[in-house]
């Protein structure tokens, strides 16, 4: 690029890593990784569990696994809707 020409992009340009911008989103939305995180234990410790599973058949213990996990990640996100809408409306000042 030249010294002559200017950045197409000023703001994506001065970010310092994709580090940083994770961090930044993650504070912006924090439910959203906890979400993931918690998706994410349900279905390891689901796949731990699969060995002692006794005499449940595979297929109904992996329904019970895909409903627990998807609870939680859309439980979080239910929670992250909600903090988001009592900052907006409920601690915002009013104008």
Same mark, same amino acid.
């Given at each position: 690029?030249?010294?002559?020409?200017?950045?197409?992009?000023?703001?994506?340009?001065?970010?310092?890593?994709?580090?940083?911008? @994770?961090?930044?989103?993650?504070?912006?939305?924090?439910?959203?990784?906890?979400?993931? #995180?918690?998706? %994410?234990?349900? $279905?390891? =410790?689901?796949?731990?569990?699969?060995?002692?599973?006794?005499?449940?058949?595979?297929? @109904?213990?992996?329904?019970?696994?895909?409903?627990?996990?998807?609870?939680?990640?859309? #439980?979080?996100? %239910?929670?992250? $809707?909600? =903090?988001?809408?009592?900052?907006?409306?409920?601690?915002?000042?009013?104008?």
């Amino acid at each position: 690029m030249s010294p002559s020409q200017e950045s197409v992009f000023p703001d994506y340009e001065t970010e310092t890593s994709q580090t940083s911008k @994770l961090i930044k989103k993650f504070k912006e939305t924090p439910f959203v990784p906890i979400g993931m #995180g918690g998706f %994410t234990a349900v $279905v390891a =410790y689901g796949l731990y569990k699969l060995k002692h599973r006794g005499d449940m058949k595979l297929s @109904l213990h992996l329904i019970h696994m895909r409903v627990a996990a998807q609870g939680f990640a859309v #439980g979080a996100l %239910t929670c992250g $809707v909600l =903090y988001s809408m009592f900052k907006e409306y409920v601690v915002k000042p009013k104008e």
